[in-house]
């Protein structure tokens, strides 16, 4: 007794669906938040800002738990900056989540001194004082005793 060529079809089909099967993160924003201090294109937080952004895009979706602080390493003036995917997201829609919350938080915050995008796979918040003073992340704070 044997399974009906229909029943096994409908199994591979399954099988192959699943194999090609992707996620996509979740990337509708949940909330943006802007400081009320702004810069001027001039400022040398510009480069600072640039700097701790463009790290928090390339490094957070390879750290561990997709969870990195940074740091500026521009004396003259610091940023500082956060950014965390969820764990249950590939890479790669890391990336795409970050670039994401990137877009929302500079399209509603133009200029301003800090901000905060909270997508609903990721976020991302960056700022020119050290605004972490409650968490004191481990990682941030070697950071800022080598600056």
């Known amino acids: 007794m044997g399974f009906p060529p229909k ?3 409908a199994i591979i089909a399954i099988f192959w669906l699943c194999s090609i099967a992707r996620c996509v993160p ?10 009320s201090g702004v810069y001027s294109q001039g400022d040398p937080f510009v480069t600072s800002l640039n700097y701790v952004v463009a790290e928090l ?3 957070t979706p390879t750290y561990k738990n997709y969870d990195y602080y940074n740091i500026s390493p521009y004396p003259n003036a610091f940023a ?17 989540c970050l670039t994401a919350a ?3 938080m500079f399209g509603t915050c ?8 909270v997508l609903h796979d990721c976020n991302i918040r960056m700022c020119c004082i050290y605004p972490y003073k409650a968490i004191m992340h481990p990682s941030l704070n070697a950071l800022i005793a080598s600056a």
């Open 80 to 96: 500082y900056g956060h950014a965390a995917c969820n764990l249950n997201i590939t890479s790669s829609d890391c990336t795409t």
């Open 7 to 9: 029943f096994i079809v």
């Open 110 to 117: 133009k200029s301003q001194i800090g901000a905060r995008a």
């Open 57 to 59: 895009e390339s490094v």
């Open 26 to 35: 979740d990337t509708n924003v949940t909330t943006v938040l802007c400081n």
């Open 102 to 104: 990137k877009t929302a």
